[in-house]
């Protein structure tokens, strides 16, 4: 975990200094570490679901949840 956590905040601040934003943020850098560190254990889709999506049958638990961002608020550019 320590490893995942830094590698996405390197990455984060290497692109800040060089004044570039991933389009999904951190979940950029995640899917690149998962990329070449494959995983030993695929969570579901519960530990981490979108407020905005239906939920379906097969959830039972939302374990972590994910709301809409106002990017304007959030993000240093704009949202762009």
């Known amino acids: 975990m320590y490893k995942l ?4 905040y390197t990455q984060s601040q290497e692109d800040a200094k060089n004044n570039i934003e991933a389009v999904w943020q951190e979940e950029s850098h995640l899917n690149r570490y998962l990329l070449n560190n494959k995983p030993t254990k695929v969570l579901s889709p519960e530990y981490l679901w979108a407020d905005y999506d239906a939920i379906t049958e097969e959830m039972k638990v939302i374990r972590i949840s994910q709301i809409v961002k106002n990017y304007e608020e959030v993000r240093p ?3 762009h």
């Not at 956590?5 to 996405?8: A, D, I, N």
């Open 77 to 79: 550019n704009g949202g």
């Open 5 to 8: 956590v830094k590698h996405c």
